[in-house]
């Protein structure tokens, strides 16, 4: 409601107008709809751990996703041109921490489940689970490989930048192999709005490799060049005659 126009008082009545409203509404249907509400989870209370595992899931495979597509946008350097490195990196890490996180609920849960139950073993060795045991069991090597690509974010000094770039590529296979245990093995894929979710990410995430490989490719090709990668900011310094530094200054830092 725009009350620019009114005086304050006119403005005050307007807003309490629209709280009796509210309240009105509420008292009129919220009964009904909490009795509703209460009814269902009644009924369901059996299919709750089912519903939560596949909510969770599909919420795990978003912030893998969003982390991975996260990821891509600031190795290939477009995301420099919005957001702090610095905070887009921590973000890209939060962002696979709380899929590691969704991810290890997702599973227990089936624990509590009645539909299908897991036994923790089960849960543990791949492949070994009752149901739909390849597609689950490649979710459950995609969660092993989630802890080890996380992991490798706290021992990044310890194993150096190398050892770490190439744990790190083991997150392109966490990505599709979570995207294709929860194409296989989820029952919301008959849905078209989480079909097409896989299907944009799958195709940001190959659009974005496909380009973080050209990118390399041309940084190995012409080393002189300015490219937007982040392994080696390169940037051609004209060559200018140095000019004579003026009175009372400070000697030059050296040349790294
Ligand atoms: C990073 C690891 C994982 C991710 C991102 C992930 C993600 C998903 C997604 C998105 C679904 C589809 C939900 C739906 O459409 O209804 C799903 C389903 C499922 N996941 Fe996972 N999952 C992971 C690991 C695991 C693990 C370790 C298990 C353990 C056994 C597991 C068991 C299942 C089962 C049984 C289903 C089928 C549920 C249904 O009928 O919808 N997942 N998962």
Known sequence: MNGRGLDPRARRIGWMLVAVAIAALYLASGPAALERAGGWLESERERLPWYATRLLGLLSWLAIAGSVIW?????TGILDAIAHRAVSFTLHQDLSAYGLGLALV??????????????????LVPF???????WVGIG???????????????????????????LHYLSFLAFVGATVHGLMAGTDTAAPLIRWAYAI???????????????????????????????TPRTVVPAQPAAPPPAGAPPAPPAS
């Not at 997702?106 to 923790?120: G, N, Q």
């Not at 070994?128 to 390849?134: E, N, S």
């Not at 380009?211 to 982040?230: E, H, N, S």
Request: no cysteine.
């Open 128 to 134: 070994a689970g009752p149901y739909r045991p390849i």
């Open 140 to 166: 459950q090597v995609t969660l092993y490989l989630t802890i080890v690509v996380l992991g490798s974010f706290y021992v990044r000094k310890r194993i150096g930048q190398k050892r770490w770039r190439t």
């Open 201 to 231: 990410a799958g195709a940001i995430v190959a659009f974005l490799f496909v380009y973080r490989i050209v990118l390399a490719v041309a940084a190995r090709a012409f080393p002189q060049a300015t490219l937007p990668t982040t392994r």
């Open 71 to 75: 990821g891509l946008l600031l190795s």
């Open 106 to 123: 997702h599973a227990a849960i089936l624990m509590i489940d009645r539909s299908v139950p897991y036994s923790p073993l089960e849960l």
